[in-house]
């Protein structure tokens, strides 16, 4: 029995159907194989992609970013590696592209958890491993809140009773985490999971994915099953434009320098009825105009 083919790539915002993004429960991640949307709605937590760069996660999280500011949450992007421009000047979207920016916010969505004080809905999203790796470069003064890497495992242990949902993405699942992993996040997409990623974050009792890498293609895993998924592809400009409306969607149109429209009056009316006159003509007197 031959296996089910689906086209290789990612989906272009055109090509779903009027209403999808707002019809469906949460922010849309793409298409399955029968072509119906695939979503995060709000009772599937935290969600953890696991992926090597260059097969989408910065696609699923700009796709989701802009997803979660038209509903109206508050999205917290920790990013160092510049993947994330379109955010900048942005309303609901808040950049932080720097270790020591990073650091305080996670240190004050701990101390808020910790309060066990309830907010707006918040989304954070941890673009790749860089972002981790910086935190645990970053010298900072002795902090009672421990530090930002702390303060990141507080708000995935007790984030979600205070509001806040955390999307992180990375190469490998760290190992820290590894055994807590599936009790974290709730919802995993995986692509090309390897056999040790699949065991620890894959569905249980299901076969490997045998398949190549392919950039757009991932698995998504929840509540036991999982299901192929072709990622939703939003270009920058298509974000920032997605993530300030609220209104039904449609392609953002190109700026265009406003033309110059002169208002003619009655004069210049006449200067361009007149024939033009050279420079070796005898200038004409008033008497001429009739």
Known sequence: ???????????????????????????VIGLTDTG?????????????IVAWPGLGTTTVLRTLAAQYARRGTHVDVLDVSGQHAWARGQQRVHLHEDAG???????????????????PPRVVLVESDQTINTLLR?????????TGLDALTTVLAGGLLCGIRVVMAC?????????VAQ???????????????????????APVPDEPYRAGLMHLVHGGGHQRVRLLQLTPLQAAHLATTSGPIG?????????????????????L????????QIPRIQGDFR
């Open 1 to 27: 029995m031959s296996r089910t083919r689906i086209p290789v790539g990612r989906v272009e915002l055109a090509a779903l159907a009027p209403g999808t993004i707002e019809a469906a429960p949460g922010p």
């Open 251 to 271: 392609r953002p149109t190109r700026w265009r320098r406003p033309r110059l429209r002169r208002r003619l009056h009655a004069c210049h009316l006449a200067r």
């Open 138 to 146: 970053f010298r900072h003064y002795p902090h009672p809140g421990g």
């Open 36 to 48: 119906a949307a695939a979503s995060i709605g709000p009772g599937r937590g935290h969600t953890l």
């Open 183 to 205: 009790d974290l996040f709730a919802t995993r997409l995986l692509a090309a999971p390897s056999p040790r990623t699949w065991q620890l974050v894959g569905a249980p009792g």
């Open 273 to 280: 009825a007149a024939p033009a006159a050279s420079t070796f």
């Open 171 to 179: 190469r490998a699942v760290p190992v820290p985490i590894a055994h």
């Open 101 to 119: 920016s990073i650091h305080r916010r996670l240190l004050q969505l701990a101390a808020q958890v910790r309060a066990e004080r309830k907010g």
